[in-house]
C-alpha cells in the first residue's frame, strides 16, 4: 500500500509533462483514516472523467451496527452519504481550473427514490464511494498543482463532512433510515392484508411541474374514503392511516385534471422506497406492480399472446408471436404476456395510453362486427380472469367507457384530488346498464419460452473483429430513455418504472454481459433473468464488470430486466 506523500512526489514528478503521464498514479493510496484509489484515468483532459474511488473502514467510519447489518438500512444508508457527498463536492468542482473537463468533481444525483447504486456500497469491512474527477490540465499539459489542490485540500474536507458518523446529523439519518424500513414494513403488510397498494392520509401527491418530481407547494394533502381506510402500527412511526386498495379489479375514474392520472403515477412510482419530504413517502406499491401501455412499432419475439389474440387472418400462430413492428394492440397483448412471465402480481393501465380496440369493444360494435371475424378478447372480459385464475390485480385509469364499471371490485372517483369510493352506488347504476353475455374463449394460461440468440455474422477478412463480437461490444446510454450496444438501438422510452439514468446504463451491462456469457440458443429468458437477479444478489455489481465497478450504475427491478431484454431484437 502506498502513502499519500508517494502521491504526492508522483504528482511533483509529472507536472507539465504530456497528459498520458497521469497513467501512473493507477493505483491506492493511504490517507490517515480512509484509502483513496485512482481506478481509471482519462486519456485526454476532454475525455469522460478518471474513475476514483474512497474506502473507509466501519471502525473508522463509525456507524452504527444496526446500519450495517439491515439490507433495507444499508441501502439507505448508502442512498444517504452519497446525497451528503454530492452536496459537499458540488462546493468544488470545477475550482480547479484548466481544459475541458479539468476540475470537474461528480458523483451520481440521486432523484426521490432510494436505489441501490455503484456511488456507494457497504461490504463487511468497509464503506466504498465511487466519483469522477477530471484531471487538470492546461491544453494537453499535466497541470498537477491543480489535482493536488482535489485530493490534499478538496476532497479531505468532503470526506470529513460525510464518511464519518461522528460528523453527521444522526437525526436526519435516523430518519432515513427508518422512514425506509417503516416502507419496507408496509410493502410487506400489503400481501398479509391482501391490498394491492396503499396510499397514506396528508400525502402530497402532485408533482412539482411536468419536468421535477418534487413535492408540488400548496397542493391538497390525500385523504382516503372512509370505507378503504386501514390503519398500520409501523416499527418506528407508530399509527399511520390511509388508502387501502384491495387486491382484484380496481377502477379510477373522475373528470380531467381531478387527479386520476396523478393517483396512478404515484402508485406506479410506490414500488420504490422515497426520502423524507417526498410527499409520496408513504404511497406504497406491490414491489411487482407494472404499469402497461401500447407501443406501436416495439419488437415483439416468441411471445403467447394468443390469451388476447387468435385467428389472424394471415393464419399466424399467436401462441409463438413475433414481429418487428407490433400494433398497439399487439404490443399491450405481449406486455401483459411479458408481465406475467416476469412474476407481476399487479397490473397498471391508464385508458389513455392504451389501446382502445385492445381494451374494450361496446355492445353495437360486436353486433355489426361478429366476434368470429375480431381476432381480438379484449382486456375487459380477461381482467376477471387474471385475477381470479392467475391472481393479478388490475389498477386502471378510466374515462370514456363505462363497461369497466361492470367487472371492477373498487371503483375510486378522484374529485379536485380527492377520492370517493362510488362502488356501491355505481354497481346499482350497473343493473341498468347490462353487459353483452361474453362468449369470449377460455383462459388459457400463455406459454412462452423465448430463447435468445446472439449474432452468427462472422468477420469478412480474417483476423478481424466484427462489431457483434463481445469484445467489440460498446455501449451508450441515451438518457434514461434507451441505449445502444453495438450497432442497436434499445428504446425504454415506455418502460415507465424506470426513474433514473443510471437504471439504463446497468441494464446495458446486464445486457452486454448476458450476450457475452449467457445467449447460447439454448437458454430461455426467463433463465438467463432470473441467473442475473441471483448474481446481482450474491455478488452486487462487481460480476458484471470482471470484478470492478464505477459510479454511474443503479438497480433495476427484475421487471424492468425482462422489459429490456424483451425489446432487445435477437
Excluded: W
Amino acid at each position: 500500500m502506498q502513502q499519500s506523500t508517494d502521491l504526492l512526489n508522483l504528482l511533483h514528478s509529472i507536472h507539465r509533462k504530456s497528459y498520458p503521464a497521469y497513467k501512473s498514479l493507477k493505483g491506492a493510496y493511504q490517507f490517515g483514516h480512509y484509502i483513496l484509489s485512482v481506478d481509471h484515468v482519462q486519456g485526454d483532459p476532454f475525455a469522460s472523467p478518471s474513475h476514483i474511488s474512497i474506502h473507509v473502514s466501519h471502525k473508522a467510519a463509525g456507524f452504527p451496527e444496526e446500519y450495517l447489518q439491515n439490507p433495507v438500512a444499508k441501502i439507505t444508508l448508502c442512498d444517504y452519504l452519497t446525497r451528503q457527498f454530492e452536496q459537499q463536492i458540488d462546493r468544488f468542482s470545477f475550482r480547479a481550473k484548466g481544459s475541458g473537463k479539468s476540475g470537474l468533481i461528480s458523483v451520481s444525483h440521486c432523484g426521490q427514490e432510494v436505489l441501490k447504486r455503484t456511488a456507494c456500497e457497504i461490504t463487511d469491512k468497509e464503506i466504498t464511494a465511487r466519483f469522477f474527477i477530471g484531471f487538470p490540465a492546461n491544453g494537453r499539459t499535466i497541470n498537477s498543482i491543480e489535482l493536488e489542490k482535489i485530493l490534499f485540500e478538496f476532497l479531505p474536507v468532503c470526506m470529513k463532512n460525510t464518511f464519518f458518523y461522528k460528523n453527521l446529523n444522526a437525526d436526519r439519518l435516523r430518519e432515513a433510515v427508518f422512514l425506509a424500513e417503516d416502507q419496507t414494513f408496509i410493502r410487506e403488510q400489503l400481501k398479509l392484508r391482501s391490498l394491492a397498494a396503499f396510499v397514506a392520509d396528508g400525502s402530497i401527491l402532485p408533482r412539482e411541474s411536468g419536468v421535477s418530481s418534487r413535492p408540488m407547494k400548496n397542493s391538497i394533502p390525500f385523504r382516503s374514503p372512509d370505507s378503504l381506510r386501514v390503519s398500520m402500527e409501523l416499527p418506528h412511526r407508530g399509527t399511520i392511516t390511509g388508502m387501502g386498495i384491495p387486491q382484484g379489479i380496481t377502477l379510477i375514474v373522475g373528470g380531467g385534471y381531478h387527479g386520476k392520472s396523478t393517483l396512478l403515477n404515484a402508485l406506479e412510482l410506490g414500488v420504490y422506497n422515497h426520502i423524507p419530504g417526498d410527499g409520496r413517502e408513504y404511497v406504497v406499491t406491490d414491489s411487482t406492480a407494472l404499469k402497461l401501455r401500447s407501443e406501436d412499432g416495439r419488437f415483439i419475439k416468441d411471445v403467447d399472446i394468443s390469451l388476447f389474440i387468435n385467428d389472424l387472418p394471415d393464419k399466424k400462430d399467436t401462441r409463438c408471436f413475433s414481429t418487428e413492428d407490433a400494433s398497439g394492440s399487439t404490443s399491450q397483448a405481449a406486455g401483459i404476456i411479458e408481465g406475467m412471465e416476469a412474476g407481476s402480481r399487479v397490473f397498471l393501465l391508464d385508458e389513455d395510453t392504451s389501446a382502445t380496440n385492445f381494451m374494450v369493444r361496446d355492445s353495437f360494435m360486436q353486433k355489426v362486427i361478429a366476434r368470429e371475424k375480431e381476432p381480438i378478447t379484449p382486456f375487459l372480459e380477461r381482467a376477471g380472469d387474471l385475477y381470479q385464475k392467475a391472481e393479478i390485480s388490475t389498477i386502471l385509469v378510466a374515462g370514456s367507457s363505462g363497461a369497466f364499471f361492470h367487472i371492477a371490485d373498487t371503483i375510486i372517483q378522484m374529485d379536485s384530488y380527492r377520492p370517493i369510493d362510488i362502488t356501491k352506488k355505481t354497481k346499482e347504476l350497473c343493473k341498468n346498464y347490462p353487459l353483452e353475455p361474453s362468449d369470449a374463449p377460455a383462459f388459457i394460461f400463455p406459454q412462452s419460452s423465448r430463447i435468445m440468440t446472439s449474432s452468427t455474422q462472422t468477420s469478412p477478412r480474417p483476423g478481424r473483429r466484427t462489431s457483434d463480437r463481445p469484445e467489440r461490444l460498446k455501449i451508450k446510454t441515451h438518457g434514461k430513455d434507451g441505449f445502444s450496444i453495438g450497432h442497436q438501438e434499445v428504446d425504454l422510452r415506455y418502460i415507465e418504472q424506470l426513474v433514473d439514468t443510471e437504471q439504463t446504463a446497468c441494464l446495458g451491462l446486464l445486457l452486454k454481459y448476458a450476450i457475452e456469457h449467457l445467449i447460447d440458443g439454448k437458454r430461455t429468458l426467463p433463465e438467463i433473468t432470473e441467473y442475473l437477479i441471483e448474481e446481482l444478489n450474491r455478488k452486487g455489481f462487481a460480476f458484471l464488470n470482471n470484478g470492478t465497478i464505477s459510479c454511474g450504475y443503479a438497480l433495476p427491478r427484475s421487471q424492468e430486466i425482462y422489459s429490456c431484454f424483451n425489446r432487445f431484437r435477437r
